[in-house]
């Protein structure tokens, strides 16, 4: 699962992403993505051993928290404070149960509806609303595969 | 994988799924998701041996198949025609290799970017936008839990 939320980060403009707790083999899968789909200059993938800190360090620095739960204010009904939000922001999705701590400490609680469904879609809504839909054209410098979208079948242009 | 597909499908407004293959103890799983928050009156959650069966009765009924690939025409591009796709929709989403049978027997291949990211993601991306996002305003009315939207915390109306 946490390498669907990371390539959901990469393909829909996070600039990277911080993973509490080790996972080498995880770790490599995505790093040969994003050495053949390109991201390797900018895209961040960090393996850090407690979150809290970051949520400090990332306060210090200005930025907004927002941590995505089911039991948070519908982000339909947080849409228009889109523009006011102050960058860069730190997204926290957890997998299984999150600490209260990450509640209380998140700048905003914000659902993806209020019901049980999956970090990966709540983590993909959030970036297409803040972007509008406009990630989905993001292309990569890098990136030594491209696909050339098709009506039906596949195209696929390979370099490097 | 195939929960987290499943629970988007319900939470984002579809009204079944259709899964090749057995997996009993993860349909329990599901079935168990769907007493606790509403959804038994209607969400049909049925496993088949062969999808390309289900496509063609599909067919035959008038409705229209969408085929979530990362190689299809990007969302972006098709969302204008939306309003003039014929219902029901038959949305296919894979997980592994998807067949080249579907790619030709969609009516709409449509990639929600041409990167790789989830399916996961894929298809709740897919729901918001044909819902416009009023799909994550939806109530079950046999639910046995209800969330009450917080900003910070947990609050959960439980009955029945």
């Known amino acids: ?47 850090i051993e407690n979150g809290k800190s970051i949520v400090n360090e990332w306060k210090e620095k200005g930025g907004t928290i927002i941590h995505l739960t089911m039991y948070g204010i519908n982000i339909n009904d947080f849409q228009d404070r889109f523009e006011k939000i102050k960058y860069p922001l730190l997204i926290i999705v957890g997998a299984e149960k999150v600490e209260g701590w990450y509640y209380h400490n998140a700048d905003y ?3 993806i509806g209020n019901q049980p469904h999956s970090e990966v879609a709540a983590l993909a809504i959030f970036l297409d609303r803040i972007y509008k839909g406009r990630e989905l054209y993001m292309e990569f410098e890098d990136a030594k595969i491209k696909i050339l979208p098709q009506k039906a079948g596949k195209k696929v242009i390979r370099s490097g």
């Open 1 to 47: 699962m946490t390498t669907h939320v990371i390539l959901v980060a990469r393909a829909f403009g996070a600039k990277g992403v911080y993973i509490e707790g080790k996972d080498e083999k995880m770790v490599k899968s995505i790093l040969k993505v994003i050495d053949s789909w390109g991201g390797s200059s900018y895209f961040l993938v960090k393996e």
């Open 109 to 111: 609680n914000i659902a």
